[in-house]
């Protein structure tokens, strides 16, 4: 289940369109949209704080007004995972879409530009050292898409490209025992393709069970689903976001830090929307006042109260406190 189904409500964007000043560009510079997480839509930090709420843990809030349709913040991912579907259509680091034929390949993979390839190399020289044939085999038969997440983050701590405490802060799922029991079973395929592949005790001396399945419960929660909405910066936020609404599928996943402690709201004042790769940006959607939690939406909020609360309460682990939940819209 991923939260990236997400933001399928049109029915909610429909009601922006009146409003004359969202047809305005991206309030900031391109260095400013592709710095780490928090990029501000003024110059200085993002308007945001995380902090408690009182029923669904941790959450952002405004720290001041952010008008309707105004772009929040930016965001890099720290994991990002192309499906397998896409393997060959975008850039194996940042997921942008190829067209053609691509101009950076290495050892079977394609990338965007030189940077990606770059970037990249660390964890791709560990992961061509080993036979994966089992694990994807395992992936595809189950439909399984997070395992292949954790696959390349085990790359990347092998590469020493990141430290396999590095998702430790993010909310974990609740797993129950026959998830756990098809979790052991990838676990096993991955320790082996390492194993086989010689690499040493000290090297994968992190990959145990209870990390895999860590990782796999925090990535079940925290995974975005990446819909690109192609486009450009100069376009105005709305179409942007109503296009990320009909987007034509995803190019792969990825997981951040600060969107992550996003709740969800059936009517949020939040969106959040991938253009042309793995980089996020965040937008209100309507008028937001100082203090006010921001949230998104993790699912098709077009569905009906039952739909949505099962489909929160199986994916998600909780049932949704929002507002129109409780008038059982
Ligand atoms: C992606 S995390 C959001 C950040 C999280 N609150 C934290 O402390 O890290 C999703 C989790 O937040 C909680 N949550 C999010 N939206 C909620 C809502 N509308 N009602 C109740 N709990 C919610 C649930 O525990 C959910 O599994």
Redesign the pocket.
């Known amino acids: 289940m991923s939260?990236f189904a997400l933001g399928r409500y049109s029915r909610y964007l429909s009601r922006l369109k009146p409003l004359p000043h969202l047809n305005k560009p991206f309030p900031f510079s391109s260095s400013a949209a592709s710095s780490q997480d928090g990029a501000a839509c003024h110059t200085g930090p993002p308007p945001i704080r995380v902090g408690?709420?009182e029923?669904?843990?941790?959450?952002v809030f405004a720290t001041r007004r952010i008008g309707s349709g105004d772009l929040i913040h930016t965001a890099k991912p720290v994991l990002t995972c192309p499906s397998l579907l896409s393997l060959d259509s975008v850039c194996y680091l940042c997921l942008k879409k190829l067209m053609g034929s691509a101009k950076f390949r290495d050892r079977g993979v394609s990338y965007c530009s030189q940077e990606c390839q770059d970037n990249a190399k660390g964890f791709y020289d560990v992961e061509t050292r080993g036979d994966w044939s089992s694990f994807v085999d395992y992936c595809r038969t189950h439909n399984f898409k997070y395992p292949l997440m954790v696959k390349r983050l085990s790359c990347m701590v092998i590469s020493g490209a990141l430290s396999a405490d590095c998702l430790d802060?993010?909310?974990p799922?609740t797993l129950s025992s026959a998830m756990i029991s098809k979790i052991e079973d990838g676990y096993g395929l991955l320790w082996n393709a390492f194993r086989k592949a010689n690499f040493t005790e000290d090297d994968v001396a992190f990959l145990t069970k209870q990390w895999y399945t860590g990782i796999l419960a925090r990535i079940r929660?925290?995974a975005f689903r990446i819909d690109l909405v192609g486009g450009s910066c100069g376009e105005d936020l709305l179409s942007l976001a109503t296009a990320s609404v009909e987007g034509e599928g995803a190019v792969g996943h990825a997981v951040y830090m600060l969107p992550?402690?996003?709740?969800?709201?059936?009517d949020p004042n939040a969106h959040i929307f991938w253009l042309q790769n793995a980089d996020a940006r965040l937008m209100t959607l309507r008028d937001v006042e100082e203090g006010e939690e921001l949230?998104i939406c993790?699912i098709d909020a077009s569905m009906g109260y039952e739909a949505r609360q099962t489909l929160?309460s199986q994916g998600?682990?909780?049932?949704?406190?929002?507002l129109r939940?409780q008038s059982r819209d």
Do not use: K, P
């Not at 998600?316 to 929002?322: D, L, V, Y």
């Open positions: 939260r408690l709420t029923s669904a843990g941790r959450a802060i993010l909310q799922a929660i925290n992550s402690f996003y709740n969800h709201d059936c949230r993790y929160l998600f682990g909780f049932c949704c406190n929002c939940c």
